[in-house]
T-cell receptor
Framework: GESVGLHLPTLSVQEGDNSIINCAYS??????FIWYKQESGKGPQFIID?????DKRQGQRVTVLLNKTVKHLSLQIAATQPGDSAVYFC???????????FGKGITLSVRP | GAGVSQSPSNKVTEKGKDVELRCDPI?????LYWYRQSLGQGLEFLIY????????KSGLPSDRFSAERTGGSVSTLTIQRTQQEDSAVYLC?????????????????FGAGTRLSVL
């Protein structure tokens, strides 16, 4: 069946380094993707999104890259900070009226 | 309020009891979603409302689970005869998907969740 998944369950990075969180998706009909951040005890928080007609989008310290050829999505965080420690989820949507399908999540741990 | 509000924030109940979880979405958001998140796991989709109707109930795990939405706003998720495996955080999200617009965004905004513990 169709699924959205993440390659690694945990990622540990040094404070100040760049982080790259990867996500694979299998639904070729997906047209919209979102990255969420979830801190302990809180609901997921929107970080950045990208439509399928783009391959890159930048926000504040974050960049999302989309490679439709290999069905791969990544989130890059520049100059990772302790406050970036959280679980990150990718989500995809197949069509304007479809629900989001979430990946399993990856934990980002920032070492001081 | 400005964000999605869920109540209660924590609920402890005994096995076999019924519970009701409430979600107040962001004002004006037409779509409302319920998810379940077990400890250290991802988000499990339960049900989706567009207005007061639920076009997708595919995620409800059993007939003990039901949800309703009234006035296109507040939603209640009811779990009857709770079991220990129902223990989880129940998250609600709302969005304004712009139905019919092909490239419309569907950013879902989440509440903080209700942590349900069934003893």
């Amino acid at each position: 069946g169709e699924s959205v998944g993440l390659h690694l369950p945990t990622l540990s990075v040094q404070e100040g380094d760049n982080s790259i969180i990867n996500c694979a998706y299998s639904n070729s009909a997906s047209d919209y993707f979102i990255w969420y951040k979830q801190e302990s005890g809180k609901g997921p928080q929107f970080i950045i999104d990208i439509r399928s007609n783009m391959d890159k989008r930048q926000g504040q310290r974050v960049t999302v890259l989309l490679n439709k050829t290999v069905k791969h999505l990544s989130l890059q965080i520049a100059a990772t900070q302790p406050g970036d420690s959280a679980v990150y989820f990718c989500a995809e949507r197949a069509g304007a009226n479809s629900k989001l399908t979430f990946g399993k999540g990856i934990t980002l741990s920032v070492r001081p | 309020g400005a964000g999605v509000s869920q109540s209660p924030s924590n609920k402890v109940t005994e096995k076999g009891k019924d519970v009701e979880l409430r979600c107040d979405p962001i004002s004006g958001h037409t779509a409302l979603y319920w998810y379940r998140q077990s400890l250290g796991q991802g988000l499990e989709f339960l049900i989706y409302f567009q207005g007061n109707s639920a076009p997708d109930k595919s995620g409800l795990p059993s007939d003990r689970f039901s949800a309703e939405r009234t006035g296109g706003s507040v939603s209640t998720l009811t779990i009857q005869r709770t079991q220990q495996e129902d223990s989880a955080v129940y998250l609600c999200a709302s969005s304004n998907p712009g139905t019919g617009i092909p490239l419309a965004k569907n950013i879902q905004y989440f509440g903080a969740g209700t942590r349900l513990s069934v003893l």
